[in-house]
T-cell receptor, first 116, second 110 residues
C-alpha cells in the first residue's frame, strides 16, 4: 500500500516569497491533515479536512497560510508571503474516516522549508 | 484536551527492553492512547494504540494502568534503529486530532 506522498521534499526561499506544498493521501482516506513542525518541537496541527470540507483550521495563520482540498483527494498548502519563522517541516497526514473511532493516522515524510 | 507528560530523554542498551513511561491523568473514558515515533528527518511513524486493555503488535507492547492515568510503551529488544523521539498522545474525543507534546528522546547505545 502506497503511503502519504508529499512534494517537494526540500525548499529554500527568501522571505516574502511564496511557496506551495502538495500532498496525496493514502487511497480512500477521507481525512487529511497538515502539521507544522519547528525544529526541536512536536508537530502542531494547522488544518484538518474531511473530504473537501474544513473540519478545523483554528491554528492556521490565515493572513499568510491557505490550504485547499478541492476534489477531496490531494491537497495544497500555500504560504504567501513567507516569514523567517515559517522555517519548519510541513507534514501531511491522512486517516480513513473521522467518524471511525480509534483509526490510525499515517504521516508523509514531510516537506522541509527554509526561509532566508 | 487531555495532556501527556513524558520524560525528555532516556537511554537504553542495545538488546535490552526499553520502557517509555507516559502520564495522562486527565484522560477521558473513551479517549485512546497512541504512540508514534519520529526518526530524524522522517515523518512520525505509528507504533501502537490502546483504549483500556494492554496491546501488543510486531513493534511494541502497550501497558495501560487500570485507572488509565498512565501507560508504558515497551520495546522488548531495542536496536540502534530504535533511536528516535517517541510521542505519547491522547486522541482528542470526537475530533480525530493528534496533539503532540515534546516526546521522549530515546538513545539506544551499543
Amino acid at each position: 500500500e502506497a503511503g502519504v506522498a508529499q512534494s517537494p521534499r526540500y525548499k529554500i526561499i527568501e522571505k516574502r516569497q511564496s511557496v506551495a506544498f502538495w500532498c496525496n493521501p493514502i487511497s480512500g482516506h477521507a481525512t487529511l491533515y497538515w502539521y507544522q513542525q519547528i525544529l526541536g518541537q512536536g508537530p502542531k496541527l494547522l488544518i484538518q479536512f474531511q473530504n473537501n470540507g474544513v473540519v478545523d483550521d483554528s491554528q492556521l495563520p490565515k493572513d499568510r497560510f491557505s490550504a485547499e482540498r478541492l476534489k477531496g483527494v490531494d491537497s495544497t498548502l500555500k504560504i504567501q508571503p513567507a516569514k523567517l519563522e515559517d522555517s519548519a517541516v510541513y507534514l501531511c497526514a491522512s486517516s480513513l474516516n473521522l467518524a471511525v473511532s480509534g483509526n490510525t493516522i499515517y504521516f508523509g515524510e514531510g516537506s522541509w522549508l527554509t526561509v532566508v | 484536551d487531555a495532556k501527556t507528560t513524558q520524560p525528555p530523554s532516556m537511554d537504553c542498551a542495545e538488546g535490552r527492553a526499553a520502557n517509555l513511561p507516559c502520564n495522562h491523568s486527565t484522560i477521558s473514558g473513551n479517549e485512546y492512547v497512541y504512540w508514534y515515533r519520529q526518526i530524524h528527518s522522517q515523518g512520525p511513524q505509528y507504533i501502537i494504540h490502546g483504549l483500556k486493555n494492554n496491546e501488543t503488535n510486531e513493534m511494541a507492547s502497550l501497558i495501560i494502568t487500570e485507572d488509565r492515568k498512565s501507560s508504558t510503551l515497551i520495546l522488548p529488544h531495542a536496536t540502534l534503529r530504535d533511536t528516535a523521539v517517541y510521542y505519547c498522545i491522547v486522541r482528542v474525543e470526537n475530533t480525530d486530532k493528534l496533539i503532540f507534546g515534546t516526546g521522549t528522546r530515546l538513545q539506544v547505545f551499543p
